[in-house]
């Protein structure tokens, strides 16, 4: 929903997207003064809430983008001003939007749009001035903590995270991965009593608003009853859980061989620092290391990339291209000028990526430190995608701007990137031979150590957070409460014992960013529903794992048409319009990996599985 901002991803402020102009008049809003909270009323509140929210949202979007691209002590402090005020302003439209609850004769459009202002902030403030001044501070310095980051080895070399992350990647020395492993978590303990405070007064702030807590607020904007949520989750990780399971076997088999069974023992968790990432959460970085032996070596994107000569801006223009070869309109001469594509050696930024439309017209930018390798073209892609869909729904009313769910947005570029064929590169001259069927595997293996990899991480971090906003784990059992569902869910284990003070999730960008989790857990399904049914439309016979919609406008067409329906129906309606399915459905990944499935169960044979 609208409250869930114009920059997609990361928010940096515990907010969602906006903050506001001094001079606008705050003056008249919701019931007061305007007589009963009849549907006549509702409709000139929801139309009133509705312009001052756009018009204060550019403020704070302006404000959160100078912060995260020059972080210091006065932008955070100018950000955090912003963001107060936004909130304040959403907290009031929340609780005026609750006295119409029980107001009969509304129209559905009203009615939604009531329930989206009551629900949809994401760090929701106490009405306490000082309480919801204290909370955008907090929120503004722990994401500065984050993007400021860096672990400095005893002969005085300091390594910001994607430094770190590069030895993640590349190294193969088990010491060398603990010490950036370790490192990396030594930037997160001073963020813990700072979170706690902070959940503590975004839980007061949900109280005030009627929910017994955060995570049944975050729960509520599923267009289902928020306790439905969590089992349509369990049904989904459910139907997945064995073909990751079966991806883990045989990567924990390959780590044995690489590291010895001492350190991987072949009846466990594997250890948090040998899967080729900080979090463990994308895993094609050891490609190498567990790639189908008797398939013809495929081709190295990254490779490739680095012999063409490409830079981080013809990655982006590349990017572009594919979805102008959809029929989308080409971005806008400013997105050149005014997005962050590469890492300032003079300053500190937030590098994670993001997207933005600062203006909700066509101010479009994103704000990444690209590198040139795979991951960062396939990231570029998923930007990109937040992009056309901002873009897509700017026609609609304000709370509309947004994606179905929170899962459409992440998705979008992701399917996108699903049409990074051989064939794909092979049309845009980067590869000259496309590998035949037998190369599949290898295909297959690379998207599942990315893509499937994923999926319990894109579960669990939410997971956490839903039992730390119930209460049901204080600040004293944050990290252990951690580790028991990094296990639980991805069969992971923390190298060493965590120090007394350790705050694991806090050294994962969302948690100190305060950006829901799930939504990436519901579009890697997503995506695979989208693939499918573009394909169809694309009227692509073969395989779907080597489809490309690349230069297919039908498929484009269907696309944007959905993607133009932003937020304004429940998100079954808005899938069903593209895919003519009411759910999310699994079976899309499931058959997408078929063949992938097939040969880890013949690898695992003999394996003990499980952990
Ligand atoms: O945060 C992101 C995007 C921005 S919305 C780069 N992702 C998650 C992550 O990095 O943890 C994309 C995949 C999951
Ligand atoms: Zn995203």
Redesign the pocket.
Known sequence: MKTSLTR???LLLPLLLIACKPEIDFTVTGTDGAGEPSAENAIEFVARAEEQLAELGQEAERMAWVYSNFITEDTEKLSAIANEKFTARQVEFAAEAAKFNDTEGLDSDTRRKLNMLRSGIVIPAPGDPAKTAEQSEIGARLGGMYGKGEYCYANGNCLDLGLLSDIMADSRDPEDLLEAWNGWREVSPPMRDLYARQVELANEGAAELGFPDLGTMWRSAYDMPPEDFPAELDRLWGEVKPLYEALHCHVRAKLGEQYGTALVPQDGPIPAHLLGNMWA?DWSNIYSLVAPEETVASYDLTAILKDRGFDAITMVQAGEAFFSSLGFEQLPETFWERSLFVKPEDRDVVC???AWDVDEKDDLRIKMCIKVNAEDFK?IH?ELGHNYYQRAYNKESYLYRSSANDGFH?AVGDTIALSITPEYLQKIGLLENVPDASGDIALLMKRALEGIAFMPFGLLVDQWRWQVFAGEAGPEGYNDLWWQLREKYQGVKAPNDRPADAFDPGAK??VPGNTPYTR?FLARILQFQFHRTLCEIAGDEGPVHRCSIYGNTQAGERLNAMLEMGRSQPWPDVLEALTGQHDMDATAILDYFAPLKSWLDEQNQGRQCGW
């Open positions: 997609y991803l990361p959460q994670h990526a993001s990231t998923h992440e960008y969302h990436y």
